[in-house]
């Protein structure tokens, strides 16, 4: 499923660092240093979701981290470039679509301006490859180079 335009807004960016993915059980405390970090505006990407049977906390790692973040640090981040206008539909399935296909698991998530897909850091070069053949433009970054290097 090619995506849906060929506006500049939907070429995609893998971000430079990794992300961790953290779930905490209903009343189990977020690190103090982490709450401090998101209040503060200290580090980059975060995002915070709780349900009455879960918190996850998904973030871009960073050098003051708790080393329990830090080894649940394995997955790198796809931006969908944004800001997108919100009477766009069917992004996230498009963009997400082949990578089904390819067998890359995938952790989703949107704010108001964009999207964002995680995917295992080994992963990463299958995921441009798939997306790249999908018609999907990346745009150049250490992170994209290094992967397309690796995936040949």
């Not at 401090?36 to 975060?46: A, N, Q, V």
């Not at 879960?54 to 981290?65: A, L, N, P, Q």
């Not at 995938?106 to 995680?118: E, K, P, R």
């Amino acid at each position: 499923m090619p995506p849906p335009s060929t506006s500049s807004a939907l070429h995609l960016q893998v971000l430079p660092e990794p992300f961790f993915v953290v779930q905490l059980q209903p009343g189990q405390e977020i690190a103090p240093c982490v709450l401090k970090d998101l209040t503060s505006g200290k580090s980059g990407f975060f995002s915070v979701t709780r349900t009455k049977d879960e918190v996850s906390i998904v973030g871009e790692s960073y050098k003051w981290m708790p080393s329990s973040y830090k080894e649940q640090s394995t997955w790198m981040c796809i931006r969908i470039q944004g800001p997108m206008e919100h009477s766009l539909t069917g992004i996230m399935a498009s963009l997400t679509a082949p990578l089904k296909v390819a067998k890359v698991p995938v952790f989703a998530l949107s704010t108001w301006n964009t999207d964002y897909v995680l995917v295992p850091s080994e992963m990463l070069a299958d995921a441009i490859r798939v997306l790249e053949r999908d018609g999907w433009v990346f745009l150049q970054g250490p992170k994209t180079r290094s992967a397309r290097l690796v995936a040949g």
